[in-house]
């Protein structure tokens, strides 16, 4: 029942920008936290950015001031709009949920991802 469908990945070229989102469905949305991670072949998955229930988001160092994660509890949607995107970004992304107060539904969910890719 529970789904997390990213979409938005792409190629982009350094400098570029990109647009993800992440849907939601099977879970109590607005008691969820709502992040995005990263992996890279081989790599350890990384996080990336926070968004919680009412609280301001936060950022890994690496993308802080070029990423902006937001939430959209009306439509369960969570997005992460990437700025000055760099080759190092260059991943897949994974859209995940974890629960911030008691809920019906799982701790944590995790979507499949989408890739991203900057590269000249």
């Known amino acids: 029942q529970v789904q997390l469908v990213e979409f938005g990945g792409g190629w982009v070229q350094p400098g570029g920008s990109l647009r993800l989102s992440c849907a939601a469905s099977g879970i109590v949305f607005s008691a969820y936290a709502m992040s995005w991670y990263r992996q890279a072949p081989g790599k350890q998955r990384e996080w990336v950015a926070t968004?919680?229930?009412?609280?301001?988001?936060n950022y890994a160092d690496s993308v802080k001031g070029r990423f902006t994660i937001s939430r959209d509890n009306a439509k369960n949607t969570v997005s992460l709009q990437m700025n000055s995107l760099k080759p190092e970004d260059t991943a897949v992304y994974l859209c995940n949920a974890r629960q911030a107060i008691l809920a019906p539904g799982p701790y944590n969910a995790w979507g499949l991802g989408t890739q991203v890719t900057v590269s000249s």
């Open positions: 968004v919680g229930i009412g609280s301001k988001p």
